[in-house]
C-alpha cells in the first residue's frame, strides 16, 4: 500500500537573532558572517519553550488539519537531539497532548539533523504494512551552539509535523531511500552540553557526499531527472550548502526557494527538512513533484520522492498558520536576551 | 665533497584529502619517485623524512621507520629518520640527504616530506603550528604562528610603506599559478578584492593572506652526479644547500622587517654554487602569508629592502616577469602540508628545469631556488638547483 502525507504541521518560535547581534559580541565581521554563511537570523525559543512545546504546537496543528480523532494515530515518533528528558521520550508527551494514548506505539528517534525523516520512513512502514492507520513524525530542535562557536550563528529551534497514512493523502510519497555511513562529522556525548564538529570535515565528506549519493541514489531509482521536480528541499544547516548540493545534482535555486528557510531561521536541525517541506506543500498545486533530500551528522541522508495531490487544494490552508507567517510572525532580540532565554548565562550558584 | 643530482620525483595532490592518511600520502609520494628514478627498492642506502607535527596531529611519532615499513623497506634494513625544522623540516631533510650523499656515505637517498593536517580541528591546528615559535615567552602568551607574521607585517608596513594592496597581490599572483597547478590546493584565480575583504586572521592579514591546512607529500630520490649522467646525459644537479639560523623568538632579533636567517643563507648558498642571484630564473620562496614572500625576495636579495611589495605590485615575480616567484602556487595556493613544503618546493623546480611545468613553464629555465622557512624565521634553508 503507498504512503503519503495525510496532513502536516509547523511550528517556529518568534524570536529571533541577528547575525550581526552574535558577531558583534564575538570581533567577527558582521557583514561577512552573514554573506558567508547565507544565514541573516536564526529563530530561538523562548524561556518556556523546548522540543515538548515545540513538537506539541506542530502536531496539534497536523491534527487540527487533517480533521482526525487523536485515536486515530496508531504511532508517533519524534526526532530531535534536544530531546528534554535523556530518558523519558518527548513522544508520550506529545501523543498524550493530541489525545492519541493509549493504544499506540511511541518513541522518540535522534539522528542529529534527520531524525525528522527518519520518523516519517518508519511511520511509512507502519502505515504500508497495515500495523497501524496513521503514524505521526516530527522533527523537532532547540539545537545547541557553544558561545563563539561557528554553529551559534545557525543553531536554532522549529518543528514539523507529518500525519503520514495510506488514504486522503495531500501528497504521495511515492519512493524513499537512504544513504547511512559512520562518518563522524558531528557529535555531542552524554551530559555534555554543547556538539562538537570536525570543522571543514563536515562539508565534502560528510554533508555533500551523502546527500549527493542519496540523492542520485533516488533519481535513478525513480527513473526521474532534477528537471522533473517542481520544487527541492535539502538539508540547510546554512544557506550555502543547500544550493551547492543542488547545484551538484542538477537542480536550480528557483526549485529550491518555498523550502530554504535557514537564511530567516537559521538551521532547525531535526526539523529543517521537515519545516522545509511543510513550507513548499503550503504553496504546492496538485501533480506538482517535490525532491526532498535531509541529512544527518554521523551521518546518513533520506531522500523522498513525493507528489502532490488533488486533496492538497480541499485541506483546510487557512485554519492553521503558514510556515511563512509563522517565520514572519517575530520579535528581535539582541545577544543578552538571547544568552538568558539559551541559558548561557550563570546565575547565582549557577542554576540555569 | 662529490656533486649530487636529482634522480626522480613524486607528489601527491595537496589539500583536503579525508580518504588518505599520512602513511598513504607518504608511500604514494615516496613510490612515484622510485619510479620516476627507474629505481628499486634494494638499491636504496636511507629514507628520510621531513615532518613537523604528526606527533601531535595524528598521535604518531617515528614517521621515518612508519613510511619505511609500509614502503616494504623494514625488511631490508634500510635505515629511516624523521627530521624537523618546523615548517622548514621538508628542506631539512633534502639537506641531509644531500649531505649524505655529497659525502659519499650513501649513493642512492629517498628523501620525502609529508604531513596529515585535517585530522584535527582547525583551532587545534592553530595552536600545533605555534610550537615552531618560543612556547615559553611567545606562543604560551598567546601568539600564533599568524600572530607573529602580523606583528611583521605592521612593521614593514610601517617602516617600508608597504600597502595592504602590494600584500594582498601577492595572493593574487599566487593563487593565478596556483590555477595552473594541478597538484594545488587551490586552482582558481582570486581577486584583489576577495583577499582585501576576506575575514581576518590577525590583522593585518586576512584567511587570503594565509597558507591553507593541507595534507600533501612529496619526494625526491638523490643521487651522485656521477650515476645520473650514466643514466642521462642530461639531469638536474644540486648546485647547492645551505642552511642559516636566528634567535627563535621574534623580540630577540634586532629587527622586525626581514629574516637574517634567509639572507645568509642565501649568501652561503650562492656562494656554494658558485653563481651570482642575477643568474637565478625563477625562485619558489616560503610565502606561508603574504608578507613573507615580500620580505623572502627582498632578504634573498631579488629587489632591495622596502621594494617587496612593489615586486608583487609591478608583475614583476608573477609568470612572465623577470623573476617569477611560486610558480607552483606557493604555500598560499598550492598549500602547506608543512613537512611536505620544502620538497615540494625542489619538485617544482625539477619540473620547470625540465621543462615539464606545462602551462606555468618558466622560459628557458636553467637555475632554480627553493627558500623553506621555519616557523618565524629562526630557520631558513635554500637551495639553488641546476639543470645540466
Known sequence: MAAGIVSYGAYVPRFRIATESIANVWGQDPVAMARGLGVQSKSVPGADEDVVTLAVAAARMAMRRAGLPGNAVGAVYVGSESHPYAVKPTATIVAEAIEATPLLTAADFEFACKAGTAAIQACMGLVSSGMIGHGLAVGADTSQGAPGDPLEYSASAGAAAFLIGTRDLVALIDRTCSFTTDTPDFWRREGQRYPRHGGRFTGAPAYFRHIASCGRELLERSGSKPSDYTYAVFHQPNGKFPLRAAEELGFKPEQLKPGLLTPVIGNTYSAAVPLGLAATLDVAKPGDRIFVTAYGSGAGADSFDITVTDRILSQDRTGTPTVQSLIDRKVMIDYAIYAKLRGKLLLGGGAE | ?388
Not at chain 2, 613524486?10 to 602513511?23: A, H, K, P, V, Y
Not at chain 2, 642506502?45 to 606527533?55: C, E, K, S, T
Request: net charge negative; hydrophobic share 45%; aromatic share 4%.
Open chain 2, 1 to 388: 665533497m662529490r656533486d649530487v643530482a636529482i634522480l626522480g620525483a613524486g607528489i601527491t595532490q595537496f589539500g583536503e584529502l579525508w580518504e588518505s592518511s599520512l602513511r598513504d600520502l607518504g608511500i604514494q609520494a615516496g613510490f612515484e619517485a622510485m619510479r620516476d628514478a627507474r629505481i628499486r627498492s634494494d638499491e636504496i642506502d636511507a629514507l628520510l623524512v621531513g615532518n613537523m607535527a604528526a606527533g601531535r596531529l595524528i598521535d604518531q611519532t617515528h614517521i621515518g621507520a612508519l613510511i619505511a615499513d609500509h614502503a616494504g623497506l623494514a625488511g631490508k634494513g634500510v635505515p629511516a629518520v624523521t627530521i624537523e625544522c618546523a615548517d622548514a623540516s621538508g628542506a631539512a631533510a633534502f639537506h641531509h640527504a644531500y649531505l649524505s650523499v655529497a659525502s659519499g656515505l650513501h649513493d642512492i637517498v629517498v628523501v620525502g616530506g609529508a604531513e596529515k593536517m585535517t585530522d584535527l580541528p582547525d583551532e587545534d591546528v592553530t595552536d600545533i603550528m605555534a610550537t615552531s615559535l618560543d612556547q615559553q615567552w611567545e606562543a604560551f602568551f598567546g601568539a600564533t604562528l599568524f600572530a607573529d607574521y602580523a606583528m611583521v607585517a605592521r612593521r614593514h608596513m610601517h617602516e617600508h610603506g608597504t600597502t595592504r594592496e602590494q600584500m594582498a597581490a601577492v595572493a593574487v599572483k599566487n593563487h593565478a599559478h596556483g590555477a595552473l597547478n594541478p597538484k594545488a590546493q587551490f586552482q582558481r584565480p582570486i581577486k584583489l578584492e576577495s583577499v582585501l575583504g576576506a575575514p581576518a586572521v590577525a590583522q593585518p592579514l586576512g584567511v587570503l593572506d594565509c597558507a591553507p591546512i593541507s595534507d600533501g607529500a612529496a619526494a625526491v630520490v638523490l643521487c651522485s652526479a656521477d650515476r645520473a649522467r650514466k643514466i642521462s646525459d642530461s639531469y638536474i644537479k644540486v648546485a647547492a644547500s645551505a642552511q642559516a639560523g636566528d634567535s627563535l623568538a621574534l623580540h630577540s632579533r634586532g629587527s622586525l622587517c626581514g629574516f637574517e636567517a634567509s639572507r645568509v643563507a642565501m649568501e652561503k648558498a650562492l656562494k656554494l654554487a658558485g653563481r651570482s642571484r642575477k643568474e637565478i630564473d625563477l625562485a619558489e620562496v616560503h610565502d606561508v602569508t603574504t608578507i613573507s614572500e615580500i620580505l623572502a625576495v627582498e632578504d634573498l636579495g631579488f629587489v632591495k629592502k622596502g621594494e617587496g611589495g612593489r615586486a608583487a605590485e609591478s608583475g614583476m615575480t608573477a609568470l612572465g616577469g623577470e623573476l617569477p616567484v611560486n610558480t607552483s602556487g606557493g604555500l598560499k595556493a598550492r598549500g602547506h602540508p608543512l613537512g611536505a613544503t620544502g620538497i615540494a618546493q625542489v619538485i617544482e623546480l625539477v619540473e620547470q628545469l625540465k621543462g615539464n611545468a606545462g602551462r606555468r613553464q618558466v622560459k628557458d629555465a636553467r637555475l632554480g631556488l627553493a627558500h623553506n622557512v621555519g616557523g618565524c624565521g629562526a630557520t631558513a634553508f635554500v637551495h639553488i638547483l641546476e639543470a645540466v
